[in-house]
């Protein structure tokens, strides 16, 4: 029988591995393994229907060595303390290998959008900062938007925190709406982010994006913007898979002609659950959720939650593809990843190809701090010389120790926030 999946145990293990690497000592394995802090509470809110309805909230903190904590707040009915753990970890790392200034951390509550009302998910937004309002902060922990919540939710969190602290901060929060503190381009930034290491990789491989061809899992934030800018680039999208609350699956949607966002937008609901019907009408064959890694494609894309490439599914994975570039956090199983390297599959890790979100998020920040805001081109420029530069160096490590890519972003992330712990005087 499989064992059930703990993103957390997987975070530790990718962490073991590379401590091994970087030959750490036994003080800075114990520190780096676990979160500094963590907070478990419960936030009591007022439904619709004048009943009260108790939802269970996390924050956990992983290190705070190179800077202020920073990390997504998700809203997600499965939502678990070890996935806020794994993802905390995550955070740091991924902070650390495009070197900001920043640490790690992560947050969510137990809830599900789809059945709460904008009011009661406000009420929602709201209980969190005031429960957690007095350990976070602009220069201690700043929050962003994650699975399920957006910019009108960091609105609501930003409003109840100045409220507490009478005063404007806005850069206690990134992902703000642009008209009040938010960063142009940061809505594109996680998905342009993941294309902008994927064109890198392309070159290494000596490969046009216009001979190639990708599949997506997902057609959220992350994986419209990927799609958006791999068509731009030349490549063509044969198929996106979709949540569907209502059966409860996903379905993949594919078509021989390539995947168009514009035209899948009008028939997608605000979670990025694509309606089949319309689909259908629209050319597109509607096949099995994990139909998207069977597509006879170079690319693979995931761009949804976490072990989505795993033990079960991997055998499933089509014969052509040559690279997986990890959009989502911790997709990839740790015996998933054994397998792709034995099929010399080039892996785009998480912590690299996904940063592009928490980069904007950090110009935000700088942007919020300082009260001056810079143009759409000069984000996008000044993101795409980031993740390349960090691609470059990653791959530069991979050569030279003959690693992996995702261990070689993790001797570069670990040995990097290790760093800084020794530089203070923590180990």
Same mark, same amino acid.
């Given at each position: 029988?499989?064992?059930?999946?703990?993103?957390?145990?997987?975070?530790?293990?990718?962490?073991?591995?590379?401590?091994?690497?970087?030959?750490?000592?036994?003080?800075?394995?114990?520190?780096?393994?676990?979160?500094?802090?963590?907070?478990?509470?419960?936030?009591?809110?007022?439904?619709?229907?004048?009943?009260? !309805? &108790?939802?269970? #909230?996390?924050?956990?903190? =992983?290190? +705070?060595?190179?800077?202020?904590?920073?990390?997504?707040?998700?809203?997600?009915?499965?939502?678990?303390?070890?996935?806020? !753990?794994?993802?905390?970890?995550?955070?740091?790392?991924?902070? #650390?290998?495009?070197?900001?200034?920043?640490?790690?951390?992560?947050?969510?509550?137990?809830?599900?959008? =789809?059945?709460?009302?904008?009011? /009661?998910?406000?009420?929602?937004?709201?209980?969190?900062?005031?429960?957690?309002?007095?350990?976070?902060?602009?220069?201690?922990?700043?929050?962003?938007?994650?699975?399920?919540?957006? #910019?009108?939710?960091?609105?609501?969190?930003? +409003?109840?925190?100045?409220?507490?602290?009478?005063?404007?901060?806005?850069?206690?929060?990134?992902?703000?709406? &642009?008209?009040? *503190?938010?960063?142009? *381009?940061?809505?594109?930034?996680?998905?342009?982010?993941?294309?902008?290491?994927?064109? %890198?990789?392309?070159? /290494?491989?000596?490969? =046009?994006?216009?001979?190639?061809?990708?599949?997506?899992?997902?057609? *959220?934030? &992350?994986?419209?913007?990927?799609?958006?800018?791999?068509?731009?680039?030349?490549?063509?999208?044969?198929?996106?898979?979709?949540? +569907?609350?209502?059966?409860?699956?996903?379905?993949?949607?594919?078509?021989?002609?390539?995947?168009?966002?514009?035209?899948?937008?009008?028939?997608?609901?605000?979670?990025?659950?694509?309606?089949?019907?319309?689909? @259908?009408?629209?050319?597109?064959? &509607?096949?099995?959720?994990?139909?998207?890694? /069977?597509?006879?494609?170079?690319?693979?894309?995931?761009?949804?939650?976490?072990?989505?490439?795993? /033990?079960?599914?991997?055998?499933?994975?089509?014969?052509?593809?040559?690279?997986?570039?990890?959009? #989502?956090?911790?997709?990839?199983?740790?015996?998933?990843?054994?397998?792709?390297? %034995? !099929?010399?599959?080039?892996?785009?890790?998480?912590?690299?190809?996904?940063?592009?979100?928490?980069?904007?998020?950090?110009?935000?920040?700088?942007?919020?701090?300082?009260?001056?805001?810079?143009?759409?081109?000069?984000?996008?420029?000044?993101?795409?010389?980031?993740?390349?530069?960090?691609?470059?160096?990653?791959?530069?490590?991979? @050569?030279?120790?003959?690693?992996?890519?995702?261990?070689?972003?993790?001797?570069?992330?670990?040995?990097?926030?290790?760093?800084?712990?020794? +530089? @203070?005087?923590?180990?």
């Amino acid at each position: 029988m499989t064992k059930p999946f703990n993103s957390y145990e997987m975070a530790q293990a990718q962490f073991e591995d590379v401590a091994g690497i970087l030959d750490l000592d036994q003080a800075a394995r114990d520190l780096l393994r676990q979160p500094m802090r963590e907070y478990a509470f419960a936030i009591p809110a007022r439904m619709d229907d004048g009943s009260i !309805r &108790v939802f269970r #909230a996390f924050r956990v903190q =992983h290190n +705070d060595a190179k800077g202020p904590c920073k990390g997504g707040i998700r809203f997600h009915p499965l939502e678990t303390l070890d996935t806020i !753990r794994a993802l905390s970890m995550w955070m740091t790392w991924k902070c #650390a290998v495009v070197n900001l200034p920043l640490g790690g951390a992560k947050g969510g509550v137990i809830c599900d959008p =789809h059945d709460l009302s904008l009011r /009661e998910q406000e009420t929602i937004c709201r209980g969190f900062v005031r429960k957690m309002g007095s350990n976070m902060g602009p220069h201690r922990d700043v929050p962003a938007p994650d699975v399920m919540t957006g #910019a009108q939710h960091m609105l609501w969190m930003l +409003d109840e925190f100045e409220a507490i602290h009478g005063a404007k901060a806005p850069g206690f929060i990134t992902g703000k709406p &642009v008209g009040v *503190g938010g960063s142009l *381009g940061r809505t594109e930034a996680t998905g342009f982010g993941v294309i902008f290491t994927l064109r %890198e990789a392309l070159k /290494e491989l000596g490969v =046009h994006p216009r001979d190639t061809r990708a599949s997506v899992q997902g057609f *959220g934030n &992350v994986g419209q913007y990927a799609i958006r800018l791999y068509r731009q680039i030349g490549g063509t999208v044969a198929a996106v898979s979709s949540w +569907d609350q209502t059966a409860g699956k996903s379905f993949t949607f594919v078509k021989t002609t390539g995947v168009d966002p514009d035209e899948l937008l009008p028939i997608t609901n605000r979670f990025g659950e694509i309606a089949q019907g319309p689909a @259908r009408d629209l050319g597109y064959e &509607v096949l099995p959720g994990e139909a998207w890694l /069977e597509q006879d494609v170079d690319i693979l894309i995931p761009a949804a939650m976490e072990n989505q490439i795993s /033990e079960d599914t991997m055998e499933r994975i089509g014969p052509r593809v040559r690279i997986v570039a990890e959009g #989502a956090n911790g997709p990839t199983s740790h015996e998933a990843d054994r397998f792709l390297a %034995e !099929r010399k599959i080039m892996v785009i890790p998480d912590l690299l190809a996904n940063a592009g979100g928490v980069t904007c998020s950090y110009f935000e920040q700088v942007q919020s701090n300082t009260n001056y805001y810079w143009d759409r081109d000069e984000v996008l420029g000044k993101l795409d010389v980031r993740m390349t530069t960090a691609y470059v160096a990653v791959s530069e490590v991979a @050569r030279q120790k003959e690693l992996p890519m995702r261990k070689a972003a993790y001797v570069i992330a670990v040995d990097r926030v290790a760093q800084a712990c020794r +530089d @203070r005087g923590w180990i």
